[in-house]
């Protein structure tokens, strides 16, 4: 033990003293999540305001007068009347217009005896901001024109509305939110705590047979098993730390970035109480120890750095499937889940979130997440026990 | 005092492609004894590839051997693999140091691995700094040093625990005359001093001015081993090096 925190104290004394892993391990996880808050709703309403601004431009033929007169009310569209048929799709792609709306030649005829038209509209699909906005128009024009007919009619407004839906939500908001972005959450810490293993633990290992350090540790009168120890621990420092630190991030962003919905920023605020903080915490220990276990024991081989990255990088793969998995609609955290790796923390953390875990599948999923860190540090002392791969 | 009787080491590799693999064992050493006494300096001579460094790796407990025992300060290596490290000092070309640390902070890892009592450690360790001229570059980290100043502080790693037992594979090697020369002295002091040293050099003129008793390895195997004055008295070449090169091509 005595031999192991020295160990720990040495390994984490030099990769502190790494910039690479100062900028990867502290700095990017602490800033990641603030930036990508801050900057998501900043980006959004940006865009927002700005294609609010944006002149569009609308070609009409056979257009009626009073949509014409809509049209023409937003002094941001920029209205083009056609006389006869033309080449619309032309006309969009060089830019002369953005739109085409058709009215029938029989327009007015079919609306004077209530019969139903057509209007073409030629567009081109990727445009969001000019189809939505054109949508809106040709939503209010219809409107407008059933509210006529209604009146021409003479039928009461209540007569066409048979039915109304009303929601009433029975699921707290917390929870609600919690099932909906809780998968998020452990898809940016696993990644950044992956990171910080993998930068970790090829330093420590491929790095250590690069500066030629090695033998100089195997030198010492420690065991082999306290030296891989030495360095599993301080790997899954490096991988916790990032991960606590973006947490750390996400609780000040919500609390100092101005611009989060209230009700987002309420119902998160509820969700990161100590008590789910400590759950979450608890369930990366081990899975930072599972995942050093199993990036030392693949890059025990390595004899570069270079070659460190390509044998232990695809991994991220079986990382980043389960946490795909874990966002999708219909797969929930039951026993079948509960006991495979990352897939149970992308699950576990919704449900954790969202307050309607079960204690019982937690602690199995617990000491499912240890199971496998043992395994991993196992196999990666049996790797490193390997004379011929540590030496080479 | 170091005996080594019949140690053998061998690396089993994989050869081939696909799915055809053979398994191919090799003997980096083959069958070596020799021994090594307190207050002499043994010197180890090979051509590269020849073995050494995997019997000198064996010796300090870093890899084990396929078979044969080493006894080092009576103890055997087998038995007691960190008790033989605790009496070893071992520096080789592939013994480096921890680059972002300093002299100071290496020292005091070492000094805490080995259980250093405090104040016997201080003393010892201002000693070597003195000795050695490390005290201007104590604080300045091993990644922004020369070659000559790492050397120094390699040495100083390798003597802080007042091992009964030295390994020193080419400690001058890259080395200016007076950086070489004050590890030299270094070695002589360990001889005086009672110590069991292994010294290992492809520089004659160092072999020539420290070594007591000589084996030559080659191919795995021991070609020669006895004493250094009667290695001298048997040479038939003009220098040393002559005679080296002529007995590992002659074996």
Same mark, same amino acid.
């Given at each position: ?226 030296? &891989?120890?030495?360095?599993? %621990? =301080?790997?899954?420092? !490096?991988?916790?730390? /990032?991960?606590? $630190?973006? #947490?750390? @991030? +996400? *609780? ?19 969700? &990161?109480?100590?008590?789910? %903080? =400590?759950?979450?915490? !608890?369930?990366?220990? /081990?899975?930072? $120890?599972? #995942?050093? @276990? +199993? *990036? ?24 980043? %499937? ?71 | ?251």
């Amino acid at each position: 033990m005595r031999d192991l925190l020295i160990i720990v104290k040495k390994e984490l004394t030099e990769l502190l003293r790494d910039k690479k892993t100062i900028i990867n391990s502290i700095v990017l996880p602490t800033l990641l999540i603030p930036i990508l808050m801050f900057g998501g709703f900043k980006v959004s309403k940006m865009i927002q305001e700005s294609n609010q601004q944006k002149t569009i431009k609308i070609g009409l033929l056979n257009a009626p007068e009073d949509f014409k007169q809509l049209v023409a009310k937003d002094t941001l569209h920029e209205v083009t009347i056609f006389e006869e048929n033309q080449d619309f799709k032309s006309l969009i792609n060089s830019g002369d217009i953005q739109t085409a709306l058709v009215f029938s030649s029989d327009w007015s005829t079919k609306m004077d005896s209530l019969e139903t038209s057509e209007v073409l509209v030629h567009r081109n699909g990727t445009k969001d901001n000019i189809n939505s906005r054109v949508s809106k128009l040709l939503d209010a024009y219809s409107d407008k024109l059933k509210t006529n007919r209604i009146a021409t009619l003479n039928i009461p407004v209540e007569k066409m509305n048979p039915m109304v839906q009303t929601f009433v939500e029975v699921s707290e908001q917390k929870e609600l939110i919690g099932k909906r972005i809780g998968g998020f959450i452990p898809y940016i810490f696993i990644l950044t705590m992956w990171g910080g293993c993998l930068l970790a633990a090829i330093d420590l290992v491929t790095g250590e047979k690069e500066r030629k350090t090695i033998e100089t540790t195997l030198s010492l009168p420690v065991s082999k098993f306290s030296v &891989l120890m030495g360095k599993a %621990i =301080v790997a899954s420092i !490096l991988g916790f730390v /990032p991960a606590l $630190l973006n #947490l750390i @991030g +996400l *609780i000040v962003g919500l609390n100092f970035i101005e611009g989060i919905p209230d009700n987002f920023k309420m119902a998160l605020t509820e969700m &990161l109480n100590p008590q789910s %903080i =400590v759950m979450i915490l !608890l369930l990366l220990i /081990p899975f930072s $120890l599972f #995942l050093s @276990g +199993l *990036i030392i024991a693949l890059v025990a081989g390595a004899t570069s750095f270079k070659e460190a990255q390509s044998k232990a990088s695809p991994i991220i793969i079986l990382i980043i %499937i389960p946490l795909v998995m874990a966002l999708m609609p219909g797969i929930e955290f039951t026993w079948s889940t509960v006991f495979i790796p990352v897939l149970n923390i992308g699950l576990g953390v919704k449900e954790i979130m969202a307050g309607t875990v079960n204690i019982a599948m937690y602690i199995a999923m617990l000491v499912s997440l240890i199971a496998f860190a043992v395994a991993a540090i196992y196999f990666s002392y049996k790797k490193f026990s390997d004379e011929s791969a540590i030496l080479s | 005092m170091i005996r080594i009787e019949n140690l053998t080491k061998s690396f089993t590799s994989k050869t081939g492609k696909g799915l055809k693999k053979e398994t191919v064992t090799v003997n980096a050493v083959n069958s070596v004894s020799f021994e090594c006494k307190p207050g002499r300096i043994f010197s180890l001579l090979g051509p590269n590839g020849a073995g050494k460094t995997t019997t000198l790796r064996m010796i300090a407990g870093i890899i084990k051997p396929t078979s044969g025992t080493a006894v080092v300060d009576n103890i055997a290596i087998a038995k007691g693999n960190n008790e033989v490290k605790k009496r070893i000092g071992f520096l080789t070309g592939s013994t480096g140091l921890y680059e972002r640390l300093n002299p100071d902070e290496t020292l005091d890892f070492i000094g805490k691995i080995y259980q250093l009592p405090i104040k016997e450690y201080q003393e010892r360790k201002e000693y070597l700094f003195e000795k050695l001229g490390i005290n201007e570059f104590r604080k300045k980290r091993l990644g922004q040093m020369s070659t000559g100043m790492k050397q120094k502080v390699s040495i100083a790693r390798t003597l802080i625990h007042d091992p009964e037992v030295l390994i020193f594979d080419e400690p001058t090697s890259g080395l200016d005359v007076i950086t070489a020369d004050s590890i030299i002295d270094l070695i002589r002091e360990s001889k005086d001093n009672n110590k069991t040293v292994i010294f290992s050099s492809h520089i004659m003129s160092e072999v020539d001015l420290l070594c007591d008793d000589l084996a030559i390895i080659s191919k795995g195997s021991i070609i020669y081993n006895d004493s250094f004055e009667t290695f001298k008295k048997e040479m038939t070449a003009p220098n040393l090096t002559q005679e080296f090169i002529n007995r590992v091509k002659q074996a």
